[in-house]
């Protein structure tokens, strides 16, 4: 190569190591939602205008963009609709049942809706920067084709207009529920769809959850003067509506109210409505108003609705200690949806439940709140993340708030551990990074997204320590809020916090479904063997109890930690000597532990947050 092709090629090298170089290590879109929407409660039909501002922050120039159109998966022959008629166990709130119980024979209700019935947004049309342009409904998700690119940096406006139907309620959004509320309105605007390091997320709406940008809301709803409303964001204009003060002065323009509600840094908005509902509210020590809007049924629903709202302030302030403040001003608890699902600043769930199963769905998604509303986990890709940390969450809360352990429940998740080894030995269990809407089963993705995620939690504990664990979380909390952060990025902050790899924790977890199975082989005079009877190495922590009433703790690191965890705080550890060994392999099946006395008894693991399936020859 002579003199000029290598300055040349040089030159091109540079040029494409600029180009590349000029994507950010961390960005994220913006949004800013102005929307008026005017109901028609006969018809179930509103008219919908919207002004959208977009920031582009990635590094490069878009020259389309999309929208979720959600309300469009309510319709005979959507992929919604065939995923109830192929999936060997649909949601049973999803079907109809023409056979017995023994043998069901199950159709989809969408199906079954007549046109007056579906759920549809139908776009009228779109501005981009004042100028009309083309776009494109395709099942839920809308395209819009751009005649100038949307700048790196900028800042640019959409306008939207649009009529919509409000489906007969089947999954989350619906008119009419089961419980008689009468609007139940989420997933019910054109929302604009994520992009980020990973491009465009455009995954049609088959049943699972959603991703969105971090944003700010403004929305005005006009609906018949007689209605009640509990919404995401906070009421601008409480004295003109029905509900939230004692001698309402309504303004009326023909039969309809106007509600005002803003929100900012959320990624959802969600409203119910109904004239029948009532409302309660209540304040946290830290300055959040918890709103309670439901159907005071009987004085056994109002007494149970009362009582949970005291316990659901407490939450926010028990949640707020152990995993970060809650940053806004308000959280509204909506009756409505078809069981529970969370929203920016707001919940829909069904009411008509006995006291502890109100608790435990408000508790559930109000730590959401966290996973996925302050932390803009991706739902479809990480369901783990954002069902298993709520799961962990919720329980926390309710064995500190509202249903205290026995002394022998050292680990708070203990039915979560149940329901995962059930899980693992069923047949059915897939890689828990498998994306959310692929599952085979319901059960598989129930169990893994929920309770494997809890395990995930609370068995890092085991890993790093417990105290390190509380750390990781606050942390996570400080870095990430208001951010779309994924797995790798807690990994990151727990090996930070703890000083262990993590790598061979997360990943084999996650994307594998192979299992912890741990034995005592041997005990004798002077030595304990463990065997590892599977293909996933642990750390180990073995209580030893002697002959002459005394006990010693062995801990046996794992090689690929690189790192050990500290002493723990447990009462069943108080004045036990712990003994360090050097780290098992995980090459190595096989690991004998030096004793000095005649053993009583041993057990792997006594706080049993050590996932292990087959836990009964733990214990000698």
């Given amino acids: 190569m002579n003199l000029k092709q290598t300055i040349t090629s040089l030159l091109l090298t540079v040029l494409a190591l600029t180009s590349f170089a000029q994507r950010k290590t961390y960005w994220q879109q913006g949004v800013d939602y102005t929307m008026d929407i005017d109901v028609n409660e006969k018809t179930y039909q509103y008219d919908g205008k919207m002004k959208l501002k977009y920031s582009n922050n990635s590094g490069q120039e878009l020259n389309k963009v999309y929208f ?19 999936i060997v166990d649909p949601d049973a709130r999803m079907v109809t049942n023409s056979g017995t119980r023994e043998k069901p024979v199950l159709h989809s209700r969408i199906a079954a809706l007549k046109p007056d019935q579906i759920g549809y947004q139908k776009i009228k049309s779109v501005k981009y920067n004042g100028q009309a342009v083309n776009f494109k409904e395709d ?21 939207l207009e649009w009529q919509a139907q409000v489906p007969e309620q089947i999954r989350r959004s619906g008119r009419n529920s089961r419980e008689g509320i009468a609007f139940s309105m989420t997933q019910w605007y054109p929302k604009m769809a994520q992009f980020d390091e990973f491009g465009w997320h455009l995954d049609e709406y088959v049943g699972r959850e959603f991703i969105a940008p971090f944003g700010n809301f403004d929305v005005t709803i006009h609906i018949n003067k007689d209605y009640v409303i509990g919404s995401s964001g906070k009421l601008q204009n409480p004295s003109e509506v029905k509900g939230y003060v004692k001698n309402p002065k309504i303004k ?13 840094n959320i990624h959802d908005f969600a409203w119910a409505a109904d004239p029948k509902l009532v409302v309660d509210s209540a304040k946290t020590k830290g300055g959040v108003t918890v709103y309670t809007v439901y159907l005071p049924t009987d004085q056994q629903v109002t007494d149970n609705w009362k009582t949970a709202l ?37 919940t829909l769930i069904t009411g008509g439940r006995n006291l502890k199963g109100l608790v435990g769905v ?48 050292l680990n708070p998740i203990g039915s979560a551990y149940m329901a995962y080894y059930k899980l693992a030995k069923s047949g059915k269990e897939e890689p828990m990074s498998l994306l959310a809407d692929y599952y085979n089963t319901n059960y598989a993705y129930s169990n893994e997204a929920y309770n494997k995620g809890a395990v995930l939690a609370e068995q890092l ?21 208001f951010k779309h952060p994924t797995p790798n990025d807690f990994k990151r902050v727990a090996e930070e916090v703890s000083g262990i790899n993590l790598k061979w924790y997360f990943n084999l ?6 299992t912890i199975d741990y034995s005592i082989n041997t005990v004798s005079d002077n030595s304990i063997e463990l065997v590892n009877k599977s293909n996933l190495a642990m750390p180990i922590d073995l209580l030893v109890e002697y002959q002459d ?16 965890k500290p002493a723990e705080k447990y009462d069943i550890y108080q004045g036990v000597k712990r003994t360090v060994l050097p780290d098992w392999f995980w090459t190595k099946p096989t690991y004998t532990v030096p004793v000095s006395k005649k053993v009583k008894s041993v057990k792997i693991d006594p706080t049993e947050r050590l996932a292990d399936i087959n836990p009964e020859d733990n214990k000698r």
Avoid at 314 to 320: E, H, I, K, P, V
């Fill in 68 to 86: 979720h159109l959600y309300f469009n998966a309510f319709q005979p022959g959507s992929m919604m609709d065939e995923r109830l008629k192929s």
């Fill in 139 to 159: 099942g839920t998700i809308l395209e819009v084709s751009l005649p100038t690119a949307i700048k790196d940096a900028s800042t640019v406006e959409f306008d």
């Fill in 252 to 264: 009326v323009n023909n039969k309809k109210a106007t509600w005002h509600y803003k929100a900012e």
């Fill in 310 to 346: 005291g316990l659901a302030v407490d939450f926010f302030d028990f949640t707020g200690q152990h995993f970060g403040a809650y940053p806004w001003k308000t959280y509204t608890i909506v009756q409505g949806g078809d069981g529970g699902m969370e929203y920016g600043t707001a």
């Fill in 362 to 409: 408000i508790y559930h998604e109000a730590a959401h709140s966290w996973y996925q509303h302050l932390f803009g986990v991706n739902e479809t890709v990480d369901e783990w993340m954002d069902e298993g940390f709520t799961s962990y969450i919720e329980e926390l809360a309710l064995t500190e708030l509202f249903v205290r352990p026995t002394d022998n429940a």
């Fill in 461 to 481: 504990g085991y890993i790093i320590g417990k105290e390190n664990l509380q750390k990781t979380f606050l942390k996570f909390y400080d870095i990430w809020k």
């Fill in 509 to 514: 977890f996650i994307n594998t479904t192979r």
């Fill in 549 to 564: 009433g005394s006990k010693e703790l062995f801990y046996i690191p794992l090689r690929e930690m690189r790192g050990e």
